[in-house]
């Protein structure tokens, strides 16, 4: 019987980021079901304030009681989050360009301010300028038009507003540093970063130092793995062992 996969997208996506992961998993292995993070797509009316607390809540009452997990990004910050919270049910986690942490308080402080910034855009400003100004970061520099292009559409299927407040609760800057808890994951964690994604490696190579029973796969992309490199995604994903 084919094991529920559940995957929690970056900021700014909606369960929709999945879809070529999706369609390249084996049916076999991987019932998957991709979840809208609250503040995103058809969660934008999820109770206020969005926290870590409340996006563990929200993907542990929709999964089901066992199930193997994955995020990017954002998601892969919650993804920890839920490990963490109820190991005894999950089978296996697989986080994807996902930063565990912030240690230094003043970098912590700093990120706060600037993704205030960046959510009063969202509440007062034109919402496509605001996307042109995200997908314009450096750290989408190198990826292929196309890609571009569907992460744009995938964040039109968000509400400004509601994006605003789920960067104010789930900022980096907003979240406890997760580095000295990685060692009490005892189930398989598979660590993913892309080639052209230099930070991210990095951050997986640490991580990987931490974990009980960790591996780190370098992919083929920069930092948007699961719309660049679905093939990539599917294969870690299905190489995952619980």
């Known amino acids: ?38 503040g995103h797509g058809a969660a934008a009316a999820e109770e206020r304030p969005i926290s870590f607390a409340s996006c563990t809540a929200a993907v542990l009452a929709a999964a089901p009681e066992r199930f193997a997990l994955g995020g990017y990004s954002l998601g892969g910050r919650v993804a920890l989050h839920v490990a963490l919270a109820a190991p005894e049910r999950v089978s296996a986690l697989c986080v994807i360009a996902a930063n565990p942490g912030i240690e230094d308080p003043r970098e912590r402080a700093a990120r706060v301010a600037s993704d205030e910034q960046l959510a009063r855009e969202l509440e007062t400003g034109s919402f496509e300028g605001w996307i042109e100004r995200w997908r314009t970061q450096p750290l989408f520099a190198a990826e292929p038009p196309e890609v571009g292009e569907l992460a744009r559409a995938d964040q039109r299927r968000n509400q400004p507003t509601a994006l605003a407040a789920a960067l104010r609760g789930l900022s980096t800057g907003a979240m406890e540093p997760l580095w000295d808890r990685l060692g009490e994951l005892a189930m398989p964690v598979s660590l993913v970063a892309g080639e052209r994604d230099a930070k991210y490696t990095a951050l997986a190579e640490r991580a990987l130092g931490l974990l009980r029973n960790g591996s780190l796969s370098i992919v083929a992309g920069g930092h948007g793995l699961p719309l660049e490199n679905p093939q990539g995604v599917a294969e870690v994903l299905e190489r995952q062992a619980p």
């Open 1 to 38: 019987m084919p094991e529920t996969l559940v995957l929690l997208h970056g900021f700014g996506g909606t369960h929709r980021a999945w879809d070529g992961v999706t369609a390249r998993l084996d049916p076999e292995r991987y019932r998957p079901l991709a979840l809208d993070l609250p």
